[in-house]
């Protein structure tokens, strides 16, 4: 008698978002499969590069506090200027999926889960350790081939803030203003704003381990 001829199993088939499907879907992703199929997080960024899932953890604390202290400053420039600021949001091109640090937008994002990558004015990228050369190549060579306007990147290296900010010239990235701590980063486009670098990071933290004995102690 003739064997049956083998047959794989289906693929799962999920009713809710889940992680899962990273451990089965075999074929090219894009932004829409992604957004379809992985839960929303706000755990670690998921983006999709060239039909790739990209998952990434949250940045250290350093990351964090700049993130929220350069936006509380951008936000309320950029809306003097009919501009909208969000953190870490969906901006789809084409079938690639990005979650940049900082997104300035020329319209409002309310109600939506994404915004094309034509409405992003400003992107912004906060260097993290174990990312540099994503931040400093990558993203700004992704961001320039679709014609983003302006990049912003912020180096916290050795706890030393830097901020320079790109304009896109003849499809390239050209520096039109950059400043360290202690010094004044002034930039006129898209929007006026400045800010000493220096003011992005909050004190550095205590050592860990036992208290120090007091002096009655030592004595």
Do not use: C
Request: charged residues 25%.
């Amino acid at each position: 008698m003739a064997q049956a001829a083998f047959a794989p199993e289906p693929a799962p088939q999920h009713t809710e978002p889940s992680f899962d499907v990273l451990g089965w879907h075999d074929e090219p992703w894009t932004a829409q499969l992604a957004l379809d199929l992985l839960p929303e997080t706000n755990g670690p960024k998921v983006e999709v590069l060239s039909g790739s899932v990209i998952v990434t953890p949250h940045a250290g604390y350093d990351h964090q506090d700049a993130e929220l202290d350069l936006a509380y400053h951008l936000k309320q420039a950029a809306r003097r200027a009919k501009l909208w600021l969000y953190l870490e949001t969906n901006v789809v091109s084409g079938e690639d999926l990005f979650i940049p640090d900082i997104v300035i937008l020329d319209a409002p994002g309310g109600g939506r889960t994404t915004m094309d990558i034509g409405h992003a004015v400003l992107l912004g990228e906060i260097v993290s350790p174990g990312n540099r050369r994503k931040d400093i190549i990558d993203r700004p060579r992704e961001y320039a081939a679709v014609g983003v306007p302006f990049f912003l990147r912020v180096d916290l290296r050795n706890r030393v803030p830097t901020i320079a900010l790109y304009e896109l010239i003849e499809g390239e990235y050209r520096p039109v203003a950059a400043a360290a701590a202690g010094t004044r980063f002034v930039m006129r486009e898209p929007f006026e704003f400045s800010i000493d670098p220096g003011d992005l990071l909050g004190e550095e933290a205590a050592p860990t381990g036992p208290e120090p004995e007091s002096a009655d102690e030592e004595a």
